[in-house]
């Protein structure tokens, strides 16, 4: 079993950067893939972006690569999402996942945390 946590969100205006974090109890952190997804308002949960578990591969949407950069520090069980030059389609709940393997498929993760609102102004 897995807990997850994030937190780092908030109203920022375009252009500057966030920093999410994902924090994870439980010993086997390590050994779980782990994804960022969000969901905006009236749509669907998107994927954002996936780090394996020694984070050696890293797979992103295309709406977020080269502006996000996923991250991970198995010592310290937590999981980062750094969001440079944000856009107002950024705007959505983000959620951290953890799953067995690097895929930007929902339904394949088993843990997901329960969301950190971020709003971004134009």
């Known amino acids: 079993q897995v807990q997850l946590v994030e937190s780092g969100g908030g109203l920022v205006q375009a252009g500057v950067s966030l920093r999410l974090s994902c924090a994870a109890s439980?010993?086997?952190?390590?050994?779980?893939?782990m994804g960022w997804f969000r969901q905006a308002p009236g749509k669907e949960r998107e994927f954002v972006a996936a780090i394996s578990w020694n984070g050696a591969y890293t797979y992103y949407a295309d709406s977020v690569k080269g502006r996000f950069t996923i991250s991970r520090d198995n010592a310290k069980n937590t999981a980062y999402l750094q969001m440079n030059s944000l856009k107002p389609e950024d705007t959505a709940v983000y959620y951290c996942a953890a799953g067995s393997s690097v895929t930007g498929n929902a339904p394949l993760y088993h843990y997901w945390g329960q969301g950190t609102q971020v709003t971004v102004s134009s």
């Open positions: 439980g010993r086997t952190f390590s050994s779980y893939a």
